[in-house]
């Protein structure tokens, strides 16, 4: 009965905590179901990539690839490269997430996005399973329910989307903002936001902030040695 | 399509789900653990470099980024002080679509 209680108030609380994720979802995966549908998918295969696939950026250039013909090894590649970037944070989140068994694990990782990998990794830790389950499941509902009201309702809407691009960045730098604590913290974004805008100018497609990510905690670790 | 979502699937899943199995399951280092601290701040700060650098590295438009700079910057600031996400983000969109809209009242959008 104990377990059982336990397991309702971490789900729960996952599930609030995961309020601003269901807005900014919203906000994003309609317009995904309006343009889709525009790309002439049927609502079925919208929705289902919505809940197979589960990873905005991919999605939209996805449908993008499609309408251009680009065949399925682009698409492949193309999704592969964009979430690379989940390496990093599944390999972060398993660190701090309490030792649980693979099926949770699976679905823990089918829904781990930067938003709600943003949202689970500022928690206490260690995490708890079911905590990151109510996040997780209600985030990528409102994904999914999203997708499809925009299917189902974007033929009949006039639509811009530039205000709506932008929540994406927004949302992103309000998950760093609440992530920094101290002068350390800082200093570790400043140096991979600058890291990434110089490798800019050498390197293409996402790889100059995926380095940045890499290089800059290493950085950070040099600069602690001499203050001790 | 369905040859198409599995092949997503697929490609987002393999890289989502080994590092969280086996990160999971092991024990790491101290000196590791300190770099992952740094890397979910350095992950966003990267990410949101590029968002915002890499357009005017093809075209320095620095006027038609200015809306996505200010909120950007406020956002941050934002959620370092209230530590709330829904705040943060609720301004810093505010803040995107006034300026966008001033600047498209001051000058025509030739950008």
């Known amino acids: 009965m104990a ?23 919203f906000v994003l995966s309609i317009p995904f179901g309006i343009l889709a549908v525009k790309m002439g998918l049927s609502l079925a295969a919208a929705a289902g990539m919505s809940i197979f696939v589960f990873a905005g950026a991919a999605q939209f250039i996805a449908l993008q690839l499609i309408a251009d013909n680009a065949g399925l090894w682009p698409i492949f ?24 068994r693979k099926r949770f694990l699976i679905y823990l990782a089918h829904t781990n996005t930067d938003e709600t990998y943003g949202v689970n990794i500022i928690k206490e830790k ?18 999914i329910v999203g997708t499809a009201l925009g299917a189902l309702a974007g033929p009949f809407l006039p639509w811009s989307t530039k205000y709506f691009e932008a929540l994406l960045p927004i949302m992103f730098a309000a ?28 390197m293409k497609g996402r790889w100059p902030f995926l380095i940045a990510s890499l290089v800059a905690p290493a950085v950070m670790l040099f600069l602690k040695e001499p203050k001790k | ?31 590791l653990k300190e770099w992952l601290h740094f890397v979910p701040m350095a992950i966003f700060a990267g990410l949101i470099g590029q968002i915002l650098f890499e357009p005017l590295v093809y075209f320095p438009n620095w006027i038609g980024q200015m809306p996505l700079f200010v909120s950007s910057a406020a956002t941050i600031l934002l959620a370092i002080k209230t530590r709330s996400l829904a ?6 969109w505010v803040l995107f679509i006034a300026v966008t809209k001033l600047l498209d009242f001051l000058a025509p959008p030739i950008w």
């Open chain 1, 3 to 25: 377990v059982e209680k336990n397991f309702q108030n971490e789900f729960l609380r996952g599930v609030f905590q995961a309020s601003p994720i269901v807005i900014a979802y």
């Open chain 1, 77 to 100: 590649v193309a999704t592969f490269v964009i979430n690379l970037r989940h390496f990093l944070m599944s390999m972060s989140l398993g660190c701090s997430l309490e030792k649980c």
């Open chain 1, 126 to 143: 260690p995490l708890h399973p079911n905590n990151l389950l109510g996040t997780n499941l209600t985030s990528h509902l409102a994904w």
């Open chain 1, 175 to 202: 998950l760093l903002g609440t992530q920094i604590i101290n002068k350390k913290d800082t200093a570790a974004s400043f140096l991979s936001g600058l890291l990434t805008l110089i490798l800019l100018f050498v």
């Open chain 2, 1 to 31: 399509m369905k040859a198409i979502i599995l092949m997503m699937f697929l490609a987002t899943f393999l890289v989502r789900f080994f590092p969280l199995l086996f990160f999971n399951r092991i024990a790491i280092p101290d000196r």
């Open chain 2, 87 to 92: 705040i943060s983000m609720s301004i810093g």
